[in-house]
């Protein structure tokens, strides 16, 4: 996968984004480049890792890779739980930034813990159940990861979809009441990806939307997208990335796209 980040010293200078550079995606969400003109700088995606294990699952789709869309898709909910129990705890204990680490400890590794702990969050904060994945939804997600299923086209969007209704109706109700430990939750984010040696350069955040779209608006259009309609914008944004390779002036290229 390839995401374009720009140089803020670029930007800074001339005005306008600029001296973009392409990456692929890394575990820290933290870049490091020099762009064509010799500036050293450090990006930091904001998006949270559940987006970016979506983002995968749909690139997977449209390279052909079905089984690891799936794996993808389940991988992003579980970490769709930590985001979700941070952000919960934030509301229910404020004031106690450690809190999840102590929380969080035991149940690392266990991803069935990590459901529990979900659930009860959840339900503490709202008196009700979280909507969940079905039976069926998760005995087809555990052939697929533990006994090497490998399922068609279709059945890996359709679990893609699902995942993406229970993210987008369960964002839409943390940032109805949970908005200021969304936005904690974030900045923590942020800070988590920086490393010592940033001081001594520039230091952006990017912010480019995912399918999921933490950051978009409730109300935008954008949630209305189904899978298979981001699946079409994902191939025509990858077409034109790689069209970029090797070109120096990105931005009027990204301004006619």
């Keep these: 996968m390839i995401l374009i980040v720009p140089c803020m010293e670029c930007q800074i200078q001339d005005g306008v984004p600029g001296g973009f550079t392409l990456v692929t995606y890394q575990e820290s969400g933290r870049y490091v480049f020099t762009c064509s003109k010799g500036h050293k700088t450090v990006t930091i995606l904001q998006a949270q890792k559940f987006e970016v294990l979506f983002e995968i699952g749909a690139n997977a789709i449209n390279d052909g890779y079905f089984r690891e869309a799936v794996t993808s898709f389940a991988s992003s909910r579980e970490r769709f739980y930590e985001f979700a129990i941070r952000v919960l705890l934030g509301k ?17 590794s266990q991803s069935e813990r990590q459901l529990g702990a979900f659930v009860t969050t959840w339900a503490a904060c709202f008196g009700e159940n ?44 943390l940032r109805a009441e949970c908005e200021a430990q ?19 350069f520039r230091i952006a955040t990017s912010g480019s939307t995912s399918i999921i779209g933490l950051y ?8 209305a997208r189904s899978l298979e309609e981001a699946l079409i914008e994902v191939a ?10 090797g070109v120096d002036n990105f931005a009027q290229l990204l301004s006619e796209s």
């Design 92 to 108: 229910l204990q404020p004031g106690k930034p450690d809190l999840f680490d102590h929380v969080w400890r035991p149940i690392r």
């Design 130 to 173: 979280p909507s969940m994945l079905a039976e069926a939804e998760v005995g087809f997600r555990n052939d697929v990861v533990h006994k090497g299923r490998i399922p068609t086209r279709e059945e890996a969007v359709a679990f893609g979809q699902r995942i993406l209704d229970l993210s987008r109706e369960q964002i839409n109700r």
């Design 182 to 200: 969304i936005m904690e939750e974030t900045h923590r984010h942020l800070m988590a990806a920086r490393t010592p040696a940033d001081k001594d």
């Design 216 to 223: 978009v608006s409730p109300g935008d259009k954008h949630h």
């Design 236 to 245: 025509k944004w990858r077409k034109m990335l790689e069209e970029l390779r």
